[in-house]
T-cell receptor, first 112, second 115 residues
Framework: GQQVMQIPQYQHVQEGEDFTTYCNSSTTLSNIQWYKQRPGGHPVFLIQLVKSGEVKKQKRLTFQFGEAKKNSSLHITATQTTDVGTYFCAGADGTGSYQLTFGKGTKLSVIP | DAGVIQSPRHEVTEMGQEVTLRCKPISGHNSLFWYRQTMMRGLELLIYFNNNVPIDDSGMPEDRFSAKMPNASFSTLKIQPSEPRDSAVYFC?????????????FGPGTRLTVL
């Protein structure tokens, strides 16, 4: 079945440093989504990427979808303490099922 | 507008007992998903429904787990009998299938502890 790998598993940064998490799928995706889960909370949708090579920005967050639609990245510029949480990528396999395969997430800690 | 509602928020039970988790999806959403989250295995899809019909239950661990969606506004996930390894956070999520856009809205989760 489809597998979605995400690295790193953990990342500790000083406030103000940049942060990047990477996601790689074993199969070509129809789209990829990113979610954020705060400690003790539930996953919250951030963005969806559909097109090959697509780049989207949300303030300090930049999301990319690879040309082959098998990998993606999330980059945060100048991290803040409010960025703390676990970031998940989730891939849709393009069969029309609308189910997502989640990566295991990258847990971000920001040291003030 | 209310989001996805789950109950109970916390459940502590003893091994062998029946556990029923409940979910009310967002009104108008036509797909519903049950996930289990643990540190070791991450977020796993257990089963999902489309228009109240189970589409894929391949993630359900074993026969002890069952899920129903009797109508568009209610779903249950039942574990009988429960075992300590079932301890996890169980999330329900819903979405409205429309074209390529299919972001999922998660409920607050039920933290299950089986002693």
């Amino acid at each position: 079945g489809q597998q979605v790998m995400q690295i790193p598993q953990y990342q500790h940064v000083q406030e103000g440093e940049d942060f990047t998490t990477y996601c790689n799928s074993s199969t070509t995706l129809s789209n990829i989504q990113w979610y954020k889960q705060r400690p003790g909370g539930h996953p919250v949708f951030l963005i969806q990427l559909v097109k090959s090579g697509e780049v989207k920005k949300q303030k300090r967050l930049t999301f990319q979808f690879g040309e082959a639609k098998k990998n993606s990245s999330l980059h945060i510029t100048a991290t803040q303490t409010t960025d703390v949480g676990t970031y998940f990528c989730a891939g849709a396999d393009g069969t029309g099922s609308y189910q997502l395969t989640f990566g295991k997430g990258t847990k971000l800690s920001v040291i003030p | 507008d209310a989001g996805v509602i789950q109950s109970p928020r916390h459940e502590v039970t003893e091994m062998g007992q029946e556990v029923t988790l409940r979910c009310k999806p967002i009104s108008g959403h036509n797909s519903l998903f049950w996930y289990r989250q643990t540190m070791m295995r991450g977020l796993e899809l257990l089963i999902y429904f489309n228009n109240n019909v189970p589409i894929d239950d391949s993630g359900m661990p074993e026969d002890r787990f069952s899920a129903k969606m009797p109508n568009a506004s209610f779903s249950t996930l039942k574990i009988q009998p429960s075992e300590p390894r079932d301890s996890a956070v169980y999330f329900c999520a819903s979405t409205y299938r429309q074209g390529a856009r299919n972001e999922q809205f998660f409920g607050p989760g039920t933290r299950l502890t089986v002693l």
